[in-house]
């Protein structure tokens, strides 16, 4: 009897399982959602409309601050064709010039050298027109004068140098910090609407938009340095070399002068007709 009763309940057990298995089975499946044609290519619409990068899309996104960046881009490309054509070797110490005032010197014609200093531009040809106009409008300036006049010069146009390039650096600090200030003026308008009540999602992409105008201050900022840095570099070695030119046609002034002032002597020593000046009588 007790067997009876544990065969009838294991196969009461077994026809439970059985009916839960059918009913399970029986049970409809959930269908996947269908997706049409037409929801596909809207899909397709919008991830092309979110990565759209145009000139527009830029702009709306950056606001007010699109039209700076633009002028300081414009002007960083502007900036970097001009120092290319204009600090060179040939436009600071040129060998023609170098060889053309030696002679010129030597021979004592400083007229012929003011005029060759009027038709060339380079920066020494600006110091030693300098020191040669001061020289002839002042005959009796000493050497030291005259000196002092070019080394002026010289700074004024090691300065001329490096203003030049120097507005690059200029452009290089300024970009990020205008980036920033539109970054900081998006985060208080997306902060704003969260403020009011907006959702999330919408402070996000407000957030997001506000970082281009970061993005455009590093483009334009980060080139402007390097290339302020290159050109430095190379203004220091021009204005190098411009000091060595300058010293060097200063070196000749100085020895025409000791040789004037020693023909100068002589002649009041010994003068051409016979007598001895005031020297040779005493």
Do not use: W
Not at 119 to 136: G, H, I, M, P, Y
């Amino acid at each position: 009897m007790r067997h009876l009763h544990h065969t009838l309940a294991v196969l009461l057990f077994v026809f439970g399982v059985q009916t839960a298995s059918l009913r399970a089975q029986s049970k409809p499946i959930d269908a996947p959602p269908v997706m049409n044609s037409a929801s596909v290519v809207k899909t397709d619409a919008a991830v092309a409309a979110d990565n759209d990068m145009s000139i527009g899309e830029i702009k709306r996104k950056m606001g007010l601050l699109f039209y700076p960046m633009v002028a300081l881009s414009l002007l960083t490309v502007v900036l970097i064709f001009f120092n290319a054509f204009t600090i060179r070797q040939g436009t600071v110490v040129s060998d023609a010039f170098m060889n053309a005032a030696d002679a010129l010197i030597r021979k004592q014609d400083y007229l012929g050298l003011l005029a060759v200093c009027n038709r060339r531009s380079e920066c020494v040809a600006c110091v030693t027109s300098k020191a040669l106009d001061f020289a002839t409008k002042n005959p009796t300036a000493s050497f030291d004068e005259v000196r002092e006049v070019t080394e002026a010069e010289g700074s004024r146009q090691a300065s001329l140098l490096l203003q030049r390039v120097s507005y690059l650096g200029d452009i290089g600090a300024i970009s990020p910090m205008m980036g920033l200030l539109g970054t900081v003026f998006g985060l208080i308008s997306s902060f704003n609407h969260l403020s009011q009540g907006s959702q999330a999602m919408g402070v996000a992409s407000g957030v997001y938009e506000a970082l281009f105008c970061t993005a455009a201050g590093l483009i334009i900022g980060i080139p402007a340095l390097m290339i302020y840095a290159m050109y430095r570099g190379k203004v220091q070695r021009l204005v190098s070399e411009l000091e060595s030119a300058s010293t060097h046609i200063m070196a000749l002034l100085a020895a025409q002068y000791k040789r004037a002032a020693r023909s100068a002597a002589t002649r009041q020593a010994f003068p051409p007709g016979g007598h001895l000046g005031p020297e040779g009588a005493a």
